[in-house]
């Protein structure tokens, strides 16, 4: 049997499945049970963020009130949780992660593919290595949370621990916000190491949502090792404004970090980088659950990858984004966006500065069955060049199926197809990569 039509008919078995899972279990995550409700309150379903959910986190980790009706005053930042008795059950979460992946990927006429070392994975018979497929248990992640606030007052905390992700293990975002005002119109202060676009925008610009992976165009990583998808160390403020009983939301964010390294990695101690980098973004949330983001980022990274390395040059990094959601009827939610990039590339250490040009562009649709049951698919396509270059194309599709297997939806069976073939912009290459995976996630 061919691998894609394995692929294929797993998928269709564990939709099967996934439709027919009762719903039982007892768990209940850190929030939740602080609470007392389930996680659907801040999730159309885990992780992927509803309105509420992001209200929770602009006012510090604290569940917005339910009489903000505008009869009277909204209430202080520093009132919200204040009947709210300690237990370290309420502060402290765990999450696990555990899957099965079928992956096979195919490199461009002339290119190869790298051998993997595991007993399961296997090169193409053909010399040039074009092909490689491999199926695998992957332990996929085991995170620790520790989030609070103090209460009578406006200070939080949010530390997260990865205890192993793809190998590794180590902090991934710490930092202290201090948030005030009222639940209606409040502003943070954050400090610490902290994702750059993750839980700033609405859903369409989110990191984490109903897939095991964020969208290709917010995660792509481009030739000069930059990427959305960083944790850098900084300070982020912002300002919210809700009208009655959070119908409408608008929101504001500035960020100023110390940025990435030459390879990619974000900068966490001394550097020679003595320049910041910049992020903003607006969000405005409308209607059942629908939402706008615009967002920006500026920055500057030493560019290594000519003269073995080249470590005198600053690049310019640029990107600009527009991202949107609508959800119809609490059943399908439409998602769509843009980012635009423009960097500084140097072929050689004396040859002119020419720009890297970078546009890219998402579609999803979600579709909830039932809570906690959702059908989803999305497509994302980019366009990358490098003159003198011709332009070179990139895309990504993918389907999925997410079911929640607790009535509180803390514990989630996940399934999906993906489909990525990679334009390289410099060796005007490709590689394409089809994958089948098979996670559940626990969160306690």
Not at 85 to 112: N, P, Q, R, Y
Request: proline share 4%; hydrophobic share 35%.
């Amino acid at each position: 049997m061919k691998l894609s039509s394995l692929w294929i008919k797993s998928m269709l078995l564990v939709i099967g499945v996934i439709l027919l899972m009762p719903v039982t279990g007892h768990a209940i995550p850190a929030f939740a049970r602080k609470y007392g409700v389930k996680c659907y309150t801040c999730h159309t379903v885990p992780p992927a963020l509803n309105k509420n959910g992001y209200m929770f986190k602009r006012l510090g980790y604290r569940m917005p009130p339910d009489e903000m009706d505008g009869s009277k005053p909204a209430p202080k930042i520093s009132d919200l949780d204040a009947n709210i008795k300690f237990d370290i059950t309420k502060v402290v979460a765990l999450i696990l992660e555990g899957s099965f992946t079928e992956d096979k990927t195919k490199a461009g006429t002339g290119d190869t593919v790298a051998s993997s070392p595991s007993s399961a994975c296997n090169s193409g018979a053909n010399a040039t290595q074009q092909t490689a497929s491999c199926s695998s248990f992957n332990l996929e992640e085991a995170a620790l949370f520790l989030v609070g606030n103090v209460p009578n007052t406006g200070f939080s905390l949010f530390v997260h621990e990865e205890l192993y992700q793809g190998g590794s293990s180590g902090l991934e975002q710490g930092f202290g916000q201090w948030t005030g005002g009222r639940a209606n119109s409040s502003y943070f202060v954050k400090v610490g190491e902290m994702h750059m676009q993750e839980g700033e925008g609405t859903r369409a610009a989110m990191f984490y949502n109903l897939f095991h992976d964020p969208a290709y165009t917010l995660t792509y990583v481009d030739p000069l090792s930059f990427s959305l998808d960083q944790h850098p160390v900084g300070v982020d403020v912002g300002y919210t404004w809700a009208n009655n009983y959070f119908k409408n939301i608008f929101a504001v964010s500035a960020k100023v970090t110390n940025g990435l390294n030459a390879d990619g990695s974000e900068i966490l101690d001394t550097s020679t980088k003595n320049s910041k980098d910049y992020w903003g973004d607006a969000d405005y949330w409308f209607g059942p659950d629908g939402g706008v983001t615009v967002m920006g980022y500026h920055g500057t990274k030493d560019q290594n990858n000519i003269d073995n390395p080249l470590t005198t040059y600053r690049t310019n990094l640029n990107r600009v984004g527009v991202f949107g959601n609508y959800l119809f009827k609490d059943k399908l939610d439409l998602l769509g966006g843009y980012l635009h990039g423009q960097d500084d590339w140097k072929w050689t250490s004396t040859s002119a500065t020419t720009p890297y040009k970078l546009d890219s562009y998402r579609a999803e649709a979600d579709y909830y069955i039932k809570t906690g049951t959702v059908f989803s698919a999305r497509f994302d396509r980019s366009s990358q060049s490098i003159a003198p270059n011709p332009s070179i194309h990139s895309q990504v599709w993918g389907i999925g199926a997410e079911h929640a297997l607790t009535e509180l939806g803390n514990i989630v069976l996940r399934a999906g197809y993906n489909q990525e073939h990679d334009g390289d912009p410099i060796a005007m290459k490709s590689t394409t990569d089809k994958m089948f995976r098979l996670d559940i996630r626990y969160m306690w």
